[in-house]
């Protein structure tokens, strides 16, 4: 079967700064696939940059199959790759509501009043907010409201940068919750990038170790969770 | 008493031919960052697309109704004014998106140039008159209001309710919005960022060819450096108003309208610009950000 996504050599500079050199990653349907790596190593780039914003310098990703190497960013959306972004970037003078509306813009809103009323059962702070606007929330609620508005667009990869960041534990661990049901009821394939490797390992299927730009290595969730390296490097002392 | 509401209905009147121009610059800010100079011209070359369609249609169909001949001005000038602006979006400003700010700033400059000396090699440099299109005046407890000042008042208040409506209620102002606030992140969720900005400078121009139309209906004439002035007087109110916000851009319209008018009733009617930047100047060193410009208090 060809994976959903297949990045293949792939360079991308920031001017003369290459900030990846040579990755290789590749998600199954269906998968659950997490990247960890320290920061700086080149993580949210690549979730970037196979959204084609930065483009590759070299190299070919391909989404099922088909090259969207140099595809504009927002025609490599419409063909339902959704992300959760660095940073969140909520609109931050639309309401919640509208956040959640431009996120299910592809479909010009025609599942919308159902989709929204899913998302609102699984954050319902969201539902409490939908009227304030997204500059007022706080940090943990952006992120649902990130997630949330990337999960509107009935995405076929949904791509996940840090989406623990800034969340008290407790949050963080519905958020993995609903990510697992997400996949294991409707079949949703996630890439995550995450610094809380112990939660992410624990979720994900397959995972991929970054440093420096370069996948270094990769394996099940559960056996690099018991890796001795990736536990000195990335787990002890760090455990949530 | 009565003086001071004509001087009120006067102010109104002229403020709502700047607010229509500043929505342009106002919005083009908001969206890309940049101050489109061309935008004074492509008010003027409203006007003229207005003044040819006069002349075509009075020679071509003599009495035609008014009413008629007024709104194919219109919407030919709407239609004219939005293509330039698009080009000139798309030949000169969309290349250099991206590089320094200063550059695509000094292009609309050159364009606003460009613009006045086209018009004036194609149209001669004299002024252009045309005879009163609606000369009724009505005389109400003492304050006369002529037919013109009520459709410029009229169909201000109309377009800015669709604008307003557009902006606000549709996916496309949605879109629009969304690409002002983070362009990065509107075109991950599958806006066309460059198509959204060329729509902008599109319903830009439609609003400043509409104010066009009506500067020479109501002055009955028009000139190649009819950009200029008024052009910098938008851009005036936008700022005032606070640049970036459209209802700000109206207020400022309709202060500087009003400032003006009621400067000129009042004192030296050669003090008028004087006074308009005065107050400009003024309220921008109290409330640097305009008058309904926004305070940055976004969490990051």
Known sequence: MTPILQVKAVETYYGNIRALAGVDVEVQKGEIVCLIGANGAGKSTLMMTICGSPQARTGQILFEGRDITRMPTHEIARLRIAQSPEGRRIFPRMTVYENLQMGASLDNLKYFDEDVEKMFTLFPRLKERQSQRGGTLSG????MLSIARALMARPKLLL??????GLAPLIVKGIFEAIRKLNETEGLTVFLVEQNAFAALKL????YVMV??????????RE???????????LEGGRH | ME????QLVNGLTLGSIYGMIAIGYTMVYGIIGMINFAHGDIFMLGGFAALIVFLALTSLFAGIPVVLALLIMMIVAMIMASLWNWTIERVAYRPLRGSFRLAPLITAIGMSIALSNFIQVTQGPRNKPIPPLVSSVYNIAGISISLKQIIIILITAIL????WYIVHRTPLGRAQRATEQDRKMAALLGIDVDRTISVTFIMGAALAAVAGTMYLMYYGVVVFTDGFIPGVKAFTAAVLGGIGSLPGAVLGGLLIGLIESLWSAYFTIDYKDVATFSILAIVLIFKPSGILGRPEVEKV
């Open chain 2, 160 to 163: 800015l309710s669709v604008f």
């Open chain 1, 204 to 207: 994900s299927h397959r995972a």
């Open chain 1, 212 to 221: 420096n730009g370069q996948v270094t290595m990769t394996g099940g969730g």
């Open chain 1, 140 to 143: 943990g609620e952006q992120q």
């Open chain 1, 224 to 234: 690099l969770l018991a890796n001795p390296e990736v536990r000195a490097a990335y």
């Open chain 1, 160 to 165: 996940l940068d840090e989406p623990s960041l």
């Open chain 2, 3 to 6: 003086y001071f509401v004509q």
